[in-house]
């Protein structure tokens, strides 16, 4: 198996092709695009692909949300590559899981790095029906994560998503990959 990496920072990305993946009938939580909307109009951008109204526990279709990611990545970061602007995303839904009463009761028993990771794992459960998400390995400073069957982004946004999680509790994890597919693929998380 391939060795875990750091991710291709400035090597393009297909939008196209990556929505043509995600699975048609998959969805995801509106809590994690309510705050792309909130900060395109605090900002004074409109999201061309946005809805007029989000409820944060309704199910949208995960297309639309990956559609939205890399508008809101390019429209917030237009001085990065799509690849960082959507890391920067990621790095912002730990704050969107904790607008959640789900995600308050989740985090509440968050004490360090590793249960961070286990809270931040519960979420991708609870937020990405149908994906796995799970700790392969334990060290004492380091983590290793599986996600499976989250298609879009793993190689950016969802780094991201790892590196919000450990910033919540005042530590900066770097993060590396190793994708076996474009949907699965796992997660050195160091610190």
Known sequence: MDEFREPPWESPIDVAAELKRVPEGLTQKGMFVIPMIVEAKRRGLTLAGARERYVPFQDYPLREHVALLAE??????????????????????????????????????????????????????????????????????????RLERVPYFLDSHHVGCFEGATRAIGIHATVKIRLETWASGEFLCEW
């Not at 890391?87 to 899981?97: D, M, N, S, T």
Request: proline share 4%; glycine share 12%; charged share 20%.
């Open 72 to 145: 809101s990545a390019r429209a917030f970061y237009p001085d990065m590559s799509l690849r960082q602007g959507l890391r920067r995303l990621g790095r912002g839904a730990y704050h969107a899981f904790m607008e959640s009463t789900v995600g308050r009761v989740v985090w509440a028993g968050v004490t360090e790095t590793h249960s961070a990771l286990d809270g931040i794992l519960k979420g991708y459960v609870i937020g990405v029906p149908g994906c796995a998400a799970r700790v392969v390995e334990r060290r004492p400073n380091a983590a290793i994560l």
